[in-house]
């Protein structure tokens, strides 16, 4: 078997990892927080052993924004998984390239293109529909902290750019580590079952810390169109994996919304990569 080879099956698995995220959170019986503080404290742990004697730590303010950002990433899609359907928290989650394009003219000085608009006028579109299923108070919540996991991941990105030649997993764990005490005050009530911790365990150890492993192995072998495609199996895989396992169906209107989304997503950084100039 080629590199090339192993690295789109393991891209892949990465894909299917990620995605179970969204059933193994909902079969938790626990508060968010408490969740989210326990997952990101064994995943730390975790991306700390496996990548030991190849971490740096600049702790520069770019690090700690894209630490933040990471962070607020985990805290918001946790707490709009339980709040929501499991479609609306990740659909909403990947509208993070609309303010990437927005804010990355000013704060990185990369031109936003014309075909940006268009696709930022799409995808908030798709946004909108989400809004349009009946939706509980709670329901409502979950898909506000659905669009901050947008944001999140966006603030990420951009202070991932900012930072020269740097390795995202320093980044990672340091959102981690800031989720993990974003946690601790949740961890004294009453505690998960048996089932809910071997939950947890999963989903700290091999969801959020032995997939990054994968991921970065991977994406170096991979072409950037490759990756996009086979990554975007999260979204979709996600809410199957909560209709089959956890019975959670998406409205309608949230269905019209996730294919807007994801295809003008899929469209817009399948013509970025194919933009690049191929290497020798």
């Known amino acids: 078997m080629t590199d090339k080879t192993r690295a789109i099956l393991l891209m892949a698995a990465t894909a299917l990892i ?11 019986q626990w508060h968010p927080m408490a969740i989210t503080g326990v997952r990101s404290g064994l995943a730390a742990a975790t991306l700390a052993v496996l990548f030991r004697g190849r971490l740096t730590f600049r702790f520069s303010a770019v690090q700690w924004g894209a630490a933040l950002g990471y962070a607020g990433l985990l805290i918001t899609n946790v707490a709009a998984t339980k709040l929501t359907t499991s479609a609306n928290a990740i ?5 993070a390239p609309v303010y990437v394009a927005l804010f990355a003219p000013w704060l990185l000085g990369e031109k936003t293109r014309r075909s940006d608009w268009v696709f930022i006028a799409v995808t908030v579109g798709g946004m909108a529909l989400f809004f349009m299923d009946r939706l509980s108070p709670t ?14 991941y966006a603030a990420f990105t951009l202070c991932m750019r900012a930072q020269k030649d740097a390795s995202p997993v320093e980044s990672v764990i340091l959102g981690h580590g800031l989720t993990a005490l974003a946690g601790l005050p949740f961890l004294f009530g009453a505690p998960p079952s048996p089932g809910g911790w071997l939950g947890l365990l999963y989903l700290g150890v091999i969801q959020q810390g032995v997939s990054l492993a994968l991921y970065t192995w991977a994406i170096k ?10 990554m975007m199996l999260e979204p979709i895989l996600n809410p199957v994996f909560v209709a089959v396992g956890y019975g ?5 209107w949230a269905v019209a919304g996730g294919v807007l989304v994801i295809g003008a997503v899929t469209l817009r950084g399948a013509l970025a990569a194919l933009r690049q100039p191929r290497r020798p």
């Open 18 to 28: 990620w995605s179970s995220g969204g059933l193994a959170i909902k079969l938790v």
């Open 91 to 95: 659909l909403l989650a990947y509208t």
């Open 139 to 152: 329901g409502l919540w979950g898909n506000l902290l659905a669009v901050g996991t947008g944001l999140s």
């Open 221 to 230: 072998r991979l072409g950037a169109l490759e990756a996009i495609l086979i």
């Open 248 to 252: 959670e169906l998406p409205g309608p």
